[in-house]
């Protein structure tokens, strides 16, 4: 049984607006404590940082005193080692009432260099509108919405129907090796009818965006061969087809001359949204001047809904090593993003068919490790309708969708384990929160709207029974 879509109730809008700024100093209080534990999922990071980190996330979620339980919980990787800590609370709701399972992550990424920053990375430190600090936003803020959300819900609502389930993943930035491991553990707790992901961006400061669509994404590790041994590049050149030109040559097969992709069987999908200019485009990804966008469809639909094509990595002698030597193999691995709606399978043969026919000057071509990840496009049910109410009377502007040229493989791991459930991809960043970045920031007056936008969602399905 599904639930209606029914228009948000305009009288939640003020109580919660009044509980979201009262409660608001708290909750940048608890970001700052947060915000200064270092847990970091990679290997090279002490782990007993992750563990601090998340038993304080669970104490927070204990102090509400509204869930049945709340735990902290491991799964396997595939390895066979423990992952990283995550939390886990549930709170049993009415059998009409939505489930709501509220994601976000603790862990964050490395500092990376010191001096690159203006502030001391594990320290919150307000600057203006702006409170930086590793994890302040990416997604130690997620965690801030969902608790204070939780809590308007409480101090408004006269009666909870609402069932509520809240995980706080630990490893999101390292991976999230253990993610399908943990789904399959804990799937009857996890199980909702709305899975809100609070891990994306909003298009501006002022303008509120729910993520709509992930482009998928494969690799292909491949190696090319035109010698048995490398020889004397002064001796044999000139007629000698050495792998490197060969490598080069096959390389430029993969777009054409207008930058498009240029591999057969890729399909594209129609996006909606607001648009980007030539201009912010070449601010935002950094172009030098003169330096010329590649493709000639609009900078949105090419980066949300068109496959693009990427050298990522090739192994040669460098530079300041080489010497006259023409090499007998070269390997390479390209990346290539899809259409939200294609197949990753059919988009990895593709590739390595393309790969295997341009080939050129009878060159040997052997495959190495490659990866899929399958891409998304959200349902556009209920809560995807009451969203875009909540976020466009929370924000200044009206709530637009966008899409992600990259791909966030647990999303689509979410909507495998459960499909009927219906996802909103939420966030607190903005084009300058600087997530992975020196001086990662987390804008405030976005966090106190993230807040309320959510509030109404939970107030509003709150009222809601199942047709």
């Not at 490395?110 to 690159?116: E, F, K, V």
């Not at 496009?377 to 976020?391: M, N, P, Q, Y």
Request: net charge negative; proline share 7%.
């Amino acid at each position: 049984m599904a639930f209606p879509s029914i228009p948000m109730n305009p009288n939640w809008v003020k109580p919660a607006s009044k509980i979201v700024d009262s409660q608001f100093p708290s909750a940048l209080g608890t970001l700052g404590k947060l915000v200064k534990i270092p847990g970091i999922a990679w290997p090279s990071f002490d782990p007993k940082n992750l563990e601090l980190s998340a038993q304080a996330v669970a104490d927070e979620f204990r102090n509400l005193d509204f869930f049945d339980f709340v735990d902290v919980r491991r799964s396997l990787k595939p390895s066979g080692e423990p992952g990283s800590p995550a939390v886990l609370a549930r709170r049993q709701g009415s059998p009409d009432a939505p489930h709501v399972l509220l994601y976000a992550h603790h862990d964050v990424q490395p500092p990376g260099d010191r001096n690159l920053w203006k502030t001391e990375p594990f320290e919150a430190t307000l600057v203006g509108e702006r409170l930086f600090g590793r994890g302040a936003s990416d997604d130690k803020a997620g965690i801030i919405t969902h608790l204070h959300s939780i809590k308007t819900l409480i101090e408004l609502a006269k009666e909870i129907h609402l069932g509520m389930t809240v995980f706080i993943e630990g490893e999101e930035e390292a991976g999230s090796e253990s993610f399908p491991a943990f789904l399959d553990d804990n799937e009857s707790e996890l199980a909702a009818d709305l899975i809100v992901v609070a891990d994306s961006s909003n298009w501006t400061e002022d303008v509120p965006a729910l993520t709509t669509s992930l482009r998928g994404a494969v690799s292909q590790t491949f190696t090319l061969y035109t010698l048995d041994h490398a020889v004397h590049s002064g001796m044999y050149g000139g007629p000698l087809p050495d792998a490197a030109t060969a490598m080069i040559k096959l390389l430029a097969t993969l777009s054409d001359a207008d930058g498009n992709v240029a591999i057969e069987g890729l399909i594209s999908d129609s996006t909606e949204g607001p648009v980007m200019t030539e201009a912010e485009f070449a601010k935002v990804a950094g172009l030098l001047d003169g330096v010329q966008r590649l493709g000639d469809k609009p900078i949105t639909q090419q980066i949300w809904g068109e496959p693009a094509v990427t050298v990522i990595g090739m192994d040669m002698p460098a530079v300041d090593v080489s010497s006259n030597t023409a090499q007998p193999s070269i390997r390479a691995r390209v990346s290539l993003r899809l259409a939200p709606s294609q197949d990753p399978a059919t988009g990895l043969d593709a590739l390595k068919s393309h790969i295997l026919k341009h080939a050129p000057l009878g060159s040997k071509i052997e495959f190495g490790r490659h990866e899929v990840g399958p891409g998304y496009l959200a349902k556009d049910g209920w809560a995807a309708s009451l969203a875009r109410e909540a976020f466009s009377e929370a924000w200044p502007n009206k709530c637009v969708n966008i899409g992600i040229g990259g791909s966030i493989p647990f999303i689509s791991q979410f909507s495998k384990v459960f499909p009927e459930a219906e996802i909103l991809v939420t966030g607190v960043e903005e084009p300058d929160s600087r997530a992975h970045s020196p001086n990662e920031s987390q804008h405030l007056p976005t966090l106190r709207r993230a807040i309320l936008a959510q509030s109404l969602i939970l107030l509003n399905g709150n009222d809601l029974a199942r047709n």
